[in-house]
């Protein structure tokens, strides 16, 4: 009991009773007036809301491709907190959320259906379930407070709340209105953005109350609301169905558009009296219980015509027409998502003309960027989340890459393969290519990255490698890039053979990057003998100078005076294919680099300058694989010199690369077998 105690007073010490009254917080109308005066941005219309709440977070500036580019930090830093962060599509993000913002400021598309249209796996939903989180927790918060407003029951017991959760504004009859909002826009003691302004009128329910409790106060509208209204901290929640509305379709037969606008309560009637009495009507349908906030379509273009018509009018008019009443108004975002053969039959159906008259849609593609895809994994597949099992270096990047280059398409130009183009949209430069030329491939493929594999195949392809392998602790770039082959034969979405031998080539254009990405690290592993690497700097740097300078160097085991070494400066140099005709330029270039350092007083360091450090780590790698004969692991006998020197290559692969003990085994006996069959490029 003492220790349930001390842990129940830890919690305890965590309470703040203080939010709590906050966000419970009741009133007079003429509170509430007060709170407008204060806070203006309660009265905000759905839209205006939704806008403010992603800026709410922040936004940063970023260049991509020499276009300016705004990131929303509501899709990256909020979302993180869900495991719901959005990478790659800051583009089509922008896109949206200038809807929202054209919306907000009145400009027309707050009368449009938004429509997220994209590939299977895009992160369409991520998207509408981000926004749908946002506004509830922005409604806690002080800046994205909003009210509404509860009646009193006829025989005191308590108080029966606005099943719409209206504005409390909607209260002030329609004369009386152009005044209050002089007075209120006049007075308002905080700068604000929008006008405040009082749209739409009461539901059903509340049209009845309101008219019934006049007549109770012979007209005088001010005692009505004094004595029988009550103001209330809203707060939204889709779980409680305040604000926040998801609509799924279901089988077409039994689709019943009263799940969107409500219906009678049956049971009612016989206290009523009667099936047109709002009392005895349930306001619960999603775009009812979604007024003040958000409702989500999940395959909007599935639903029944029926339900599309309801659409029509909830987006232009902002109405919705409840079995038995009048035109109701409502003020909400409708979001909806579809993927791409449902949006095909919209367009070739005549019949729904108005209903694309009223959308808005916005592409939604697969990541295109090699490392943004990277992240999509790492959020799920990481040393915290996978335990007791380690994941080798590159077996995410080479699933990602694979999934990126299905979704390209071949490039025009001649000299470009569809590696190098996606290496290109990765930020790598390559020779004869500049950003320009990127920005023109790019529009070449407008439709890019609206097909290919989803993210979804590779992750179940990922976690099918790291549980059916349980004897091993690790798992590495093969065994993820089989299961995806294995699995292409059965996917789903391959349409057709061509389709399906492509999506096969790809794998194999992987397999073989991954094994110059082995080589070139096991390589750079042997020749990370830092002492070795700047005795050959040193000496590479004075025959340099001596070269430039028209100078001899001096041996110095025999002290004499010698002609520079140009077979040891040419060996170095075609490491990185310096040409015979530019090694002047390159010579002088990296003597006036030493200088310019010199005048600042900074000494030369061979790992400042990328090019040369991979070409000294290269002639290195060249001068030193023979002495350590990686060919012979793969034979039974390893001398112990040679193994001395394996084991130091190997703690480097740990320690540099993100290797443990057996996955770095694993590469130096891959690459070994590579020099043993000879098939090591220069």
């Known amino acids: ?363 939604i593609p697969y990541v295109t960027r090699l490392s943004d895809e990277i992240k999509i994994y790492e959020k799920d597949f990481n040393p915290e989340k996978v335990k007791g099992k380690h994941i080798a270096p590159h077996t995410i990047e080479v699933a990602a890459m694979w999934a990126v280059l299905t979704r390209l398409t071949p490039p025009k130009h001649a000299n470009l393969t569809l590696l190098q183009k996606m290496k290109l949209y990765n930020g790598k430069t390559l020779p004869g290519f500049t950003e320009d030329n990127v920005i023109e491939l790019k529009k070449e493929s407008p439709n890019e990255g609206m097909s290919g594999i989803s993210p979804r195949y590779i992750q179940d392809k990922i976690s099918n490698a790291l549980v059916s392998h349980p004897d091993e602790d690790n798992i590495n770039p093969f065994m993820v890039l089989n299961e995806l082959e294995a699995g292409l034969r059965h996917h789903s979405l391959i349409k057709s053979e061509e389709q399906y031998r492509h999506y096969k080539e790809l794998l194999a254009v992987v397999r073989e990057e991954y094994e110059d990405i082995l080589k070139n690290e096991v390589q750079r592993a042997i020749a990370a003998d830092e002492e070795a690497l700047a005795r050959l700097c040193a000496n590479y740097i004075d025959n340099v100078k001596a070269y430039t300078l028209r100078e001899k160097v001096r041996n110095k085991y025999t002290g004499a005076l010698e002609e520079p070494d140009e077979r040891l400066m040419r060996s170095i140099e075609e490491k990185i294919d310096i040409p015979e005709g530019r090694k002047d330029d390159f010579r002088r270039e990296i003597m006036n680099y030493i200088g310019a350092l010199a005048i600042d007083g900074k000494k030369f360091d061979y790992r400042t300058n990328e090019r040369l450090q991979k070409a000294l780590e290269l002639k290195l790698f060249e001068d030193q694989k023979d002495t350590i004969k990686l060919s012979t692991l793969v034979s039974s006998v390893v001398d112990k010199a040679t193994q001395e020197k394996i084991d130091v290559v190997k703690s480097r692969l740990i320690r540099n690369y993100g290797y443990n003990e057996s996955s770095a085994t694993d590469v130096l006996n891959y690459v070994a077998s590579i020099f043993a069959r000879g098939q090591s490029k220069k």
């Not at 500036?61 to 020499?66: A, I, M």
């Not at 009612?268 to 409702?295: M, Q, T």
């Open 1 to 363: 009991m003492a220790q349930a105690n001390v842990i129940l007073d830890k919690l305890r010490a965590q309470l703040n009773t203080s939010d709590y009254r906050k966000l419970h917080w009741e009133g007079s109308f003429a509170d509430y007036l007060n709170i407008v005066l204060e806070h203006p941005g309660v009265t905000r219309t759905a839209y205006q809301r939704l806008y403010d709440m992603i800026l709410h977070h922040g936004i940063e500036e970023v260049y991509e491709n020499k276009d300016k580019i705004i990131r929303y930090k509501f899709f990256t830093e909020f979302a993180h907190k869900y495991g719901d962060a959005i990478y790659g599509l800051d583009r089509p993000l922008m896109q949206l959320v200038n809807v929202f913002k054209s919306a907000a400021l009145g400009f027309g598309t707050e009368r449009r259906v938004i429509l997220l249209h994209g590939p299977v796996g895009s992160a369409k939903s991520t998207i509408a379930r981000l926004l749908k989180r946002g506004l509830e927790e922005y409604s806690r918060t002080d800046e994205g407070q909003l009210y509404s407003f509860a009646w009193r029951n006829p025989d005191g017991s308590g108080w029966t709340k606005d099943p719409m959760h209206g504005e409390p504004l909607q209260l002030v009859p329609e004369e009386f209105r152009p005044a209050l909002l002089a007075e209120l826009n006049a007075k308002c003691r905080k700068p604000y953005p929008y006008e405040i302004q009082i749209k739409g009128d009461l539901c059903p329910y509340s049209r009845y109350e309101f008219r019934q409790r006049l007549q109770k106060y012979d007209g005088d509208w001010l005692k009505m609301l004094e004595h029988e209204v009550k103001i209330y901290r809203l707060v939204l929640s889709e779980k409680d169905r305040i604000g926040i509305g998801t609509f799924q379709p279901k089988d077409e037969k039994n689709q019943d558009s009263t799940e969107l606008t409500g219906d009678i309560n049956y049971r009612k009637i016989a206290e009523y009296g009667s099936d047109s009495d709002p009392r005895a009507f349930n306001f619960d349908g999603e775009l009812n219980i979604a007024n003040r906030g958000i409702v989500e379509f999940i395959e909007i273009l599935k639903l029944d015509v029926a339900f599309l018509y309801d659409l029509l009018g909830a987006s232009q008019e902002h109405k919705i027409k409840p079995k038995k009443f009048a035109q109701t108004d409502i003020d909400e975002v409708i979001l909806g998502h579809t993927n791409e053969p449902e949006y095909r039959r919209l367009q070739n159906n005549e019949f729904m003309e108005a209903l694309r008259d009223r959308t808005v849609k916005i592409d």
